[in-house]
C-alpha cells in the first residue's frame, strides 16, 4: 500500500469535486463476448464463474484507478485487489461468500476456487472481508441488462462490484451482460473502458491456449 501525495496527485481535484456529492456510485453494463472462454472452460472442465472471476481480477488489478482505497482517512494505492465471490453448494438456495488471494495462473485459481468453495460451511468469512477485495456475483438464470447492488451508504466505499447474467447466442457469438458499479470520486468511464479492453484481449488469447 503506498499513501498518495494528495498535492501531487492529478485527480485531486476530480476526488474533491466527487468527494462533495451526496451520492458518488454509479454503474454501467457493457456486452462481452464470452466465446472463447466457455469453449476453454468446457475443454479444460472448469467453471466458467470461476474462470470469469479470475480474468476479471487480473484485468481490473492492470487499471490503476481500480486500486485507489481510503486508509485512515488518506487516498492509498493497494498493491492489489482481491476476489470475494457469491457461490451456491449443490442442491442449496443459500448462497455463501467466498473469499480468495488472487492468483496467476487461470486453471489452479479454478480448482482452488471450487477446493475452498465447497469446504466452506459458514456463509462468510469475516476475518478475510477487507477493503482491499473486488465484489463479485452472478444471476445465470436470466440474461442480465442491468443491476445495482446493497451497500451501506460510506462515500469511502471504492470497492468494485462486478455482476453479470447467463451468455446468450447472438450472431453466431456467446455474450454476456456484466455490470460494474464503482465510485466516481476514483474511476472514470476511460478506467472502466480500459478494464474492458483488459478483459477482452485475455478472452481472446484462450483461443490460442
Not at 33 to 62: I, M
Request: some cysteine; hydrophobic content about 45%.
Amino acid at each position: 500500500m503506498t499513501r498518495i501525495d494528495m498535492t501531487a496527485w492529478p485527480r485531486a481535484e476530480v476526488f474533491g469535486f466527487f468527494s462533495a456529492v451526496s451520492n458518488p456510485f454509479y454503474a454501467v453494463t457493457f456486452q462481452l463476448d464470452v466465446t472463447p472462454l466457455a469453449a476453454w472452460a468446457k475443454r479444460e472442465g472448469c467453471s466458467f464463474y470461476y474462470a470469469l472471476v479470475h480474468l476479471c481480477t487480473q484485468a481490473l488489478n492492470q487499471v490503476e484507478a481500480f486500486r485507489y482505497d481510503i486508509a485512515d482517512g488518506q487516498v492509498v494505492m493497494l498493491d492489489g485487489r482481491d476476489p470475494s465471490f457469491t457461490d451456491l453448494h449443490k442442491g442449496s438456495e443459500q448462497f455463501h461468500i467466498v473469499t480468495m488471494p488472487r492468483m496467476d495462473d487461470l486453471r489452479a485459481f479454478c480448482l482452488e476456487a471450487r477446493k475452498r468453495s465447497e469446504a466452506q460451511s459458514a456463509f462468510v468469512q469475516a476475518e478475510a472481508e477487507t477493503s482491499s477485495l473486488i465484489y463479485f456475483s452472478c444471476l445465470p438464470w436470466v440474461e442480465l441488462t442491468s443491476l445495482t447492488n446493497e451497500r451501506d451508504f460510506d462515500p469511502d466505499d471504492a470497492i468494485p462490484r462486478i455482476a453479470w447474467g447467463r451468455y446468450v447466442p447472438r450472431d453466431g457469438r456467446l455474450m454476456l451482460g456484466m455490470s460494474m458499479e464503482v465510485n466516481h470520486r476514483f474511476i472514470d468511464g476511460l478506467h472502466i473502458g480500459r478494464f474492458a479492453q483488459a478483459l477482452e484481449s485475455a478472452i481472446s488469447k484462450l483461443n490460442e491456449a
